[in-house]
């Protein structure tokens, strides 16, 4: 499975975007990109996939860069319910064993 | 959306003695659930795959006589931690894919169990 970086702590206020950068220099070519988002004492929660280029779905943004060496989590318009750890993965279609790195705890603040 | 389930969501025992945490898929199969374990301010870390009708795979470090899994139908998977002692505190979640999920590589997690031993 590719490793990947993220920052460990990103604060943010309510109303502001907050992006979030992975950066995964060795992703394979059949590998995608994967975001959950893990609130204290519950299970993560997909958030959004993509392979390249970008997707958006109700709750975020996901920019790929061609290389694919990177991706960005974008959160439009966040709010004090957004305050939790966001992991970034990548990993194969059909390779369901995830491999969670330290994750970025994102706080928001009024 | 699809649901899994843990019971219990939390679970106080003495050290010595066996716990067991179920994960049911309330409205899918799964052949395949996986389980986590969480210590606090940390990320999760992949104990096993459970496997419906087969043996569980444990991953490196993991001690299969400890931590006893059976996948006995395609809705549910048990983790017994077997003659738990306080080290074993943590919170597991499992997990299960779905084949027919909105996108590829999608897994629902289970909201947790918190375990603690005295």
């Known amino acids: 499975l590719a490793k990947t970086t993220q920052p460990i702590s990103m604060d943010s206020y309510e109303g502001q975007e907050v992006n979030i950068t992975c950066s995964h220099n060795?992703?394979?070519?059949?590998?995608?990109i994967t975001w959950y988002q893990q609130f204290p004492s519950q299970g993560p929660r997909f958030i959004i996939q993509?392979?390249?280029t970008k997707v958006t779905n109700e709750v975020a943004s996901l920019f790929i860069p061609a290389d694919r060496k990177s991706s960005t989590l974008s959160l439009p318009r966040v709010s004090l319910s957004d305050t939790a750890v966001y992991y970034c993965?990548?990993?194969?279609?059909?390779?369901?064993?995830?491999?969670f790195g330290a994750g970025t705890t994102v706080t928001v603040r009024a | 959306g699809a649901v899994v389930s843990q019971h219990p969501s939390w679970v106080i025992c003495k050290s010595g003695t066996s716990v067991k945490i179920e994960c049911r898929s309330l409205d899918f199969q799964a052949t395949t659930m996986f389980w986590y374990r969480q210590f606090p301010k940390q990320s999760l870390m992949l104990m096993a795959t459970?496997?419906?009708?087969?043996?569980?795979?444990?991953e490196q470090g993991v001690e299969k006589d400890k931590f006893l899994i059976n996948h006995a139908s395609l809705t549910l998977s048990t983790l017994t931690v077997t003659s738990a002692h306080p080290e074993d505190s943590s919170f597991y979640i499992c997990?299960?894919?779905?084949?027919?999920?909105?996108?590829?590589?999608?897994?629902?997690f289970g909201p947790g169990t918190r375990l603690t031993v005295t």
């Open positions: 993965l990548v990993g194969a279609f059909n390779d369901y064993k995830l491999s």
């Open positions: 997990s299960a894919p779905m084949a027919s999920g909105r996108v590829p590589y999608e897994q629902y």
């Open positions: 060795n992703i394979a070519t059949n590998d995608y």
């Open positions: 459970s496997n419906e009708g087969s043996k569980a795979t444990y």
């Open positions: 993509g392979y390249k």
